[in-house]
């Protein structure tokens, strides 16, 4: 009648995945609209950059866990709608290596890749970034993907702290931050795939 417990299929994973995020961020908003974007931009930008199909595929389902270290953070910092206060930022950093650390010692790729994601998605290439400044092409090329999409939705996206830009004003911003924020290749990247890009935010709300 039941299936065996250890019969996991990969759909199996991705669904528990999809869960497990759409929870962690969930009482910060409703996330299911993002996590879904977040799939399809980090499959293309990875496909952008001549990655193989299987590992587009990986990246774009454990892309879905990189704020899986938030179900950590209070919820009068995760909700508060003014500036936050020094050591609130530094509470709400955390959530990066909380989500590692959630994440640390599975055996399955999935879940391993969401771990390194989850550390380095808010890493920036000019070394600026948290929790650990790396800088270059030491940042893993998941994270250094996920930054970016991550940055794109969160300005085009409106949320309870704040409201949205246009598109053409956050596609301008990412392309100044290259080799400043972002990999100057993926930008490349998402330049040359902007079009899909749009189509994939204008489908998803």
């Not at 399809?40 to 866990?65: K, M, T």
């Amino acid at each position: 009648m039941f299936k065996n417990i250890l019969d996991i299929s990969q759909q199996d994973i991705q669904d528990h995945i999809v869960l497990a995020a759409h929870i962690a961020e969930l009482k910060e908003w409703d996330n299911r609209a993002h996590l879904e974007r977040m799939r399809r931009y980090v499959f293309l930008l990875a496909r952008g950059l001549d990655l193989s199909e299987s590992e587009a595929r990986l990246f774009s389902i454990a892309a879905q866990l990189h704020d899986i270290g938030k179900i950590t953070i209070p919820d009068s910092i995760l909700k508060k709608t003014d500036n936050l206060e020094p050591h609130e930022w530094q509470i709400s950093e955390r959530h990066t290596v909380e989500g590692a650390n959630l994440l640390r010692g599975a055996s399955s790729v999935f879940l391993q890749t969401g771990e390194t994601i989850a550390l380095t998605h808010h890493e920036r290439w000019d070394g600026s970034g948290y929790p650990n400044g790396t800088k270059g092409s030491d940042i893993p090329v998941t994270g250094r993907i996920v930054a970016l999409v991550d940055v794109f939705d969160a300005l085009t996206t409106k949320r309870p702290y704040k409201k949205e830009v246009s598109t053409q004003e956050a596609y301008q911003l990412i392309v100044e931050a290259s080799g400043k924020m972002f990999d100057p290749e993926l930008v490349q990247a998402f330049r040359d795939n902007y079009d899909d890009i749009l189509t994939i935010h204008k489908n998803f709300k």
